[in-house]
């Protein structure tokens, strides 16, 4: 698991068999506080899952491996001609603190870049304090605020 040393570690385009786990990395990274605004939270979700992996358009999922152990995932799409837009972005608890989140951001975004998209664009809950610092470290900026999902 988590405390496992790091081997084989490799970031890798996800397949539908990876669905059911990143579902898990969903919900237990944003569960309630997210997932009730979204698709997320019904019993199709897997498939759904499954469906937009298969489908590869626009959405692009990448997972990191480490071993065989799925520990994270990210989820990115086209937002207009210029941005790349990372919609979910998951470290399993276990892996946190280990420098995973950042190879996923790095690899987002050269996978943006790689697409013909020069800029990353996401959105975060403004009381999600370490995510937002954690951007902020990244070299994100807050170009926006909402007050709310709708």
Not at 18 to 37: H, M, N, T
Not at 48 to 67: C, K, T
Not at 108 to 128: H, I, Q, T
Request: net charge negative.
């Amino acid at each position: 698991m988590g405390g496992m040393p790091d081997r084989g570690l490799h970031i890798r385009q996800a397949v539908p068999a990876d669905a059911e786990r990143i579902y898990e990395l969903k919900c237990a990274v944003f569960g309630a506080s997210y997932l009730p605004f979204t698709i997320f939270q019904s019993p199709e979700s897997v498939s759904y899952l499954r469906e937009l992996i298969v489908s590869a358009d626009p959405h692009a999922f990448f997972v990191l491996q480490n071993g065989s152990e799925v520990c994270g995932y990210y989820d990115g799409h086209p937002l207009d001609e210029t941005a790349w837009f990372l919609a979910y972005i998951a470290v399993g608890e276990g892996w946190r603190g280990r420098g995973f989140g950042d190879a996923l951001l790095r690899h987002f975004e050269a996978e943006g870049r790689r697409r013909g998209r020069m800029e990353g664009a996401l959105d975060v809950f403004a009381s999600n304090h370490a995510a937002l610092r954690w951007y902020e470290r990244s070299g994100y900026t807050v170009v926006g605020r909402r007050s709310h999902l709708c």
